[in-house]
């Protein structure tokens, strides 16, 4: 395949090396530097894509991060990713895409029979169409859109790549490297400011590298490449390509996706496929430059039709030539710099000015060259299918109102220049209030929000004079500043070409008869017609007209499309432009790979994975694992086929019988040290602390301002100021930072320290009749006798000379004790009641087990203290104070909380003692009666009994106090059950409390 | 992201904090009868203020210490931030 529409010489592209890549599964060439759209026009490919709505065909319009139609799906390295700009897609060997939106190919896409259908599809369509009958939306219509709509799959594979997010800090970030950052960024570097110079695209200059213009005696581009080379020697700048900063954040935040290979067939060991800067600016420039907008006219989709600078661009950059037979239609100057272009290389352009009598510098140039041009003259419509054959074009009247006779001309691509558009979303983004300006008729940045400043034609400056003067001095004035260094930089001269001025014309009138689709948005297929018809419903603020006809709201949001479609509201509203104002520009500028955004944060790593110190002996040991919080904790420790059903009850029966252990080092530990430690604990929990003596524990519950139970967990004072608290493993956090605002805000006069000691020990809880037994014989010198450490009683002992802390308290409800060391001595600890446990038939249980038999105990648990009860509600009412005060008091006399038929917890057990309860199940008095079935409470927790061997449940009831022994429904429309069920006590099993005391 | 000056540890961003509500509420004494209305207002009620406000932030990955912050909660502009027992004038 030759590469038909390269030119000989000239470009950027490296010919020494050819590249191969497949479109469509067809094979091609181009050239390293190319992107995938310079090398398809190199080949002469135009057809693309097809559009959104109408499937019309698709081709180039643009040649950079504005591009509306050509959105391709790639595939590299095994990988595939929609929505890429073939625009901005390097080439690189091997590199495969295929065009989006069609079925089943380009060329013949059977969602085009919607182009001729397009009279039942304007603006508003879906919304009018698609709401009745109701029933329709899930059967036919959503499913229909779904196949019709859409630019691209997103694979449903593991993304292999990485991603990496930075953070940095700098003096001034400067946003594009076109001649306004790089005078900006020169300036400030040489001032010794810590500098960001960030470019989207692969080469540095931005226009410099396209323009016919002389800086200091050298062309633009080797001006450009001089100055990058030596900021990129200064160790205080940052150069960076492939860069895209899309968005501008509070407090002068900038986020920016930078691209590290993408352009490379694979990417590179250890390296990431995106980097996202956060990048934390001092002052930031932005030089994010103008993008030429177009004028509407007839069929002004086709491919084929495109921007006069992308036709510039792909000629000067890549050196390819758009077309053979260039027609340029142009309301401004710019055009003429591509028709020259075009006939510096044997082309020979028709040049259509929709204005009357232009005289400038450039346009002298053109006429010297012999260029053929004719004035007051327009394209009225594209002519052609998948490409442009011809156009028909006309005189037009001084007002722009009327067409002359029409003709037709031979032509096979329309380079389109209706004045530049400055890129102001960053500014925008940013918090400024951009204005009108009426000499261009564009927004330009206002006034500033944050410290930002706008430079170049990013701010509506279009000569090379004046932007290289404003930015030599804004980068020296703003980082002198910030350094104090002031070093003098001679402006170089330059020598450009002047512009006359453009002419306000943008849409180009229907001839009469006809009815051509004139485009807005080419991403979206908006026409001026759909505007028109959001307008004559009655919609006016272009917000409202932007969401109904979807203007500006495809992947290029609007690059493009946005100030026409304010031109032509403002037209038929008979408003200035400001007046109609402009929609908010949101970020990212582009769009960005979730991939990016997300990070290393996927999988295992979108958390921290805490591990308790004794995980590896769980693992050896077969321990099935579960999520708590962060923490990994065993669920159970598997013997041969055991299920979770199966191994947790044998685990939970063996405490019941003999004596089992658990890991509890998740439970959240606080250190708290001072003299008015007591009285902090009697001000956060519900119950008296100020006589707890030296050497015991306590079980306290603590409460919310609102009276809800926020936490519950034994302390133990430990010595005279010293004490010990527990929390439960979800909400150690939240006590700690609940604990240090009532000691920093509420109550600094008490003195005392908080601080967490969680990670510091490691726990075993040992439980069972045989608890005591194994204890003595770990700790043969302490006396471990019911006297010697009774129930909540605390020691120290000596662990085979590691120092221990034992705790008698008891989660399961038999006898048991906690002990505590140091973390380093976790698995040591563990393993020496291993050992010593063996001769009282010790087993390790897990989570399922620890559930198991604190449930059918009655105690609560996370499930019960969910945020929504108090203590009342979990028979907690005896451990509230009524003669101090505490956090939460006063609300518990709200009057719904002492309500006659307060919720309150019970048990639940299934009439037919087999079935299991689902957890989250209601329960309803009558499982017959019309839904909504009124709900008298909710299962919070089942369990399979080891003591009865009978499925028990802990329920939340309404008027629960009142309601044992009633016969009850638990309903569970999830799972489909219906379980007539019995309320009985919550205190299932030792009911009297007598085994932790034993 | 916020850029948060705390007045122990200096410029930090946003995401080194969490967020506590309004700093002028006070808490109601101990042992001090009060009505529903003003435990209410303690409790639950809040104004929801465009413009200045005076918030509490904890810089709970850093020095975790309670700060106040005064902030525009419509610009997000940030005039000055306090220690816990400082007086803010």
Redesign the interface.
Same mark, same amino acid.
């Given at each position: 395949m030759t590469q038909a529409f390269r030119i000989d010489n000239g470009g950027l592209v490296d010919r020494e090396k050819k590249l191969s890549f497949k479109f469509n599964g067809k094979t091609y060439f181009g050239y390293q530097g190319d992107t995938l759209a310079s090398a398809l026009l190199a080949n002469g490919v135009h057809l693309v894509g097809r559009s959104f709505k109408y499937h019309r065909p698709r081709g180039f319009f643009g040649a950079g991060v504005d591009e509306p139609y050509a959105v391709v799906q790639l595939y590299r390295n095994g990988e595939t990713e929609p929505n890429v700009k073939a625009t901005e897609q390097e080439l690189f060997e091997g590199l495969e895409a295929k065009s989006v939106n069609c079925w089943p190919s380009v060329n013949f896409d059977i969602g085009a029979i919607n182009n001729f259908l397009r009279i039942f599809l304007p603006a508003g369509f879906y919304y009018k169409t698609f709401m009745w009958p109701k029933s329709f939306w899930y059967r036919i219509y959503e499913p229909f859109i779904r196949k019709a709509a859409g630019l691209g799959v997103a694979s449903t594979k593991h993304d292999k790549e990485r991603y990496e997010h930075k953070y940095e800090y700098c003096d001034l970030l400067i946003a594009g490297s076109g001649p306004s950052g790089l005078a900006s960024a020169y300036a400030a570097a040489k001032n010794g400011a810590k500098v960001i110079l960030a470019e989207d695209k692969p080469r540095f200059g931005g226009s410099l590298l396209t323009s016919d213009v002389n800086i200091g005696n050298q062309s633009g581009k080797d001006w450009a490449e001089g100055i990058i080379a030596e900021l990129k020697t200064m160790p205080n700048v940052v150069v960076k390509n492939r860069s895209q900063i899309f968005g501008y954040y509070d407090h002068n935040m900038l986020v920016m996706s930078e691209k590290v290979s993408d352009h490379l067939p694979s990417t590179k060991k250890y390296h990431p496929n995106k980097r996202l800067w956060y990048i934390r600016a001092k002052e930031v420039l932005i030089s994010s430059g103008s993008i030429e907008r177009p004028i509407v006219f007839g069929n002004n989709d086709t491919p084929g039709v495109m921007l006069s600078s992308a036709a510039k661009e792909y000629l000067k950059v890549y050196g390819v030539l758009v077309g053979r037979k260039p027609l340029v239609f142009t309301n401004n100057d710019s055009g003429y710099e591509t028709a020259i272009e075009f006939k510096k290389h044997g082309v020979d352009p028709i040049v259509l000015d929709s204005r009357k009598n232009p005289e400038s510098e450039i346009i002298d140039e053109a006429k010297n060259l012999g260029i053929n041009i004719k004035n007051s003259y327009v394209v009225v419509a594209a002519q052609g299918y998948k490409k442009v054959k011809s156009a028909d074009i006309a005189n037009i009247s001084e007002d722009k109102k009327q067409l002359g006779k029409i003709e037709n001309i031979q032509c096979d691509c329309i380079c389109v220049s209706g004045f530049w558009t400055p890129t102001i979303h960053l500014a925008s983004q940013s918090g400024n209030k951009t204005k009108f300006k009426e000499e261009i008729d564009a927004f330009v940045p206002g006034q500033s929000k944050q410290n930002e400043i706008t430079l170049g034609a990013a701010n509506g400056v279009f000569s090379l004079e004046e932007t290289l003067k404003t930015s030599f001095t804004a980068g020296s004035e703003l980082s002198k500043k910030i350094t104090k260094n002031d070093y003098k930089i001679a402006i170089p001269n330059v020598v450009e070409k002047k512009s006359s001025q453009h002419d306000k014309f943008w849409c180009v009138p229907l001839p009469k008869g006809k009815n051509y689709k004139r485009f807005l948005d080419f991403q979206n297929d908006v026409a001026v017609s759909d505007v028109e018809i959001a307008l004559r419903e009655g919609y006016r603020s272009i917000e409202h007209v932007k969401r109904y006809t979807t203007l500006g709201m495809a992947t290029d949001q609007g690059k493009t499309s946005n100030l026409n479609g304010l031109q032509l509201v403002s037209e038929i509203e008979n408003k200035v432009v400001p007046a109609v104002g402009h929609t908010t520009f949101r970020p990212p500028y582009t769009p960005v790979s979730i991939g990016a955004i997300v990070g290393r944060e996927v999988g295992k790593h979108s958390k921290p994975t805490r591990k308790s110190p004794m995980h590896l002996w769980h693992e050896k040991n077969n321990a099935v694992f579960v999520d708590a919080g962060v923490w990994l904790r065993p669920r159970y420790y598997r013997r041969g086929n055991e299920n979770l059903f199966e191994g947790s009850k044998r685990e939970a029966k063996n405490v019941r019988t003999n004596v089992g252990v658990c890991d509890v080092t998740t439970l959240g530990k606080i250190d708290i040290k001072g003299p008015d430690a007591a009285e902090l604990l009697n001000r956060v929990y519900t119950n008296a602390w100020l006589k707890l003596p030296v050497g015991k524990a306590r079980y306290g519950v603590m409460l919310r301002e609102d009276g809800i139970v926020m936490d519950d967990g034994t302390t133990t004072r430990i010595s005279e100021n010293h004490y010990h608290m527990t929390t439960t493993t979800a909400q150690a956090a939240n006590v700690l930072s609940h604990l240090e605002y009532y000691l920093q805000l509420v109550w600094p006069e008490l003195n005392v320290n908080v601080v967490s000691t969680t990670e510091q020990w490691a726990g075993a809880a040992i439980a069972g009749p045989k608890s005591r037994d194994l204890l003595q014989k770990l700790f043969p010198n302490s006396d471990v006798s019911n006297e010697g450490l009774p129930f909540m009683g605390y020691m120290e002992g000596d662990l085979f000379g590691v120092k221990a802390r034992i705790y008698r308290i008891s989660f399961s409800g038999e006898l048991a004790y906690e002990v505590n060391v140091e973390s380093d001595y976790g698995n040591f600890m563990w393993e020496k009641i291993i050992e010593a446990g063996e001769e009282f038939n010790i087993q390790p249980y897990g989570t399922e087990a620890l559930s198991t038999l604190r449930i059918e105990m009655g105690h609560v648990a996370g499930s019960e203290l969910d945020g929504r009860t108090i203590p009342f509600d979990n028979a907690l009412e005896g451990l509230v104070s009524k003669k101090k005060d505490f956090i939460g008091k006063r609300s518990l006399q709200r009057s719904a909380f002492i309500a006659e038929d307060r919720q309150r917890i019970v048990g639940v057990v299934p009439l037919d003692k087999q079935t299991s309860i689902p957890e989250g199940s209601h329960l309803v008095k009558d499982d017959k009666a019309p839904l909504p079935n009124p709900k008298l409470g909710h299962i919070s927790a089942s369990c399979w009994s080891v003591e009865y061997d009978n499925p028990f449940s802990l329920a939340i009831l309404k008027d629960g106090k009142n309601m044992i022994g009633q016969k009850l429904f638990a309903m569970s429309p999830l799972k489909n059950k219906v379980i007539p069920v019995e309320i009985v006590s919550s205190h299932y099993v030792d009911p009297k409390g007598e085994r932790v005391r034993s | 992201?916020?850029?948060i000056n705390c007045p122990h540890c200096g410029m930090r961003?946003q995401n080194e904090f969490?967020y506590?509500g309004d700093a002028s509420v006070k808490?109601?004494e %101990?042992?001090k009868e *009060?009505s529903?209305k003003e435990?209410d207002d303690?409790?639950?009620n809040r104004k929801s203020l465009r413009g200045k406000h005076l918030e %509490?932030w904890?810089h *709970?990955s850093g020095c975790?210490?309670?700060i106040k912050v005064e902030r525009d909660t419509a610009?997000?502009e940030?005039f000055k931030t306090f220690k816990?027992?400082e007086e803010v004038a």
């Open positions: - | 992201m916020l850029y961003s969490s506590g808490r109601p %101990l042992n *009060i529903d435990w303690f409790v639950y %509490l904890q *709970i975790r210490q309670w610009t997000h940030i816990a027992d």
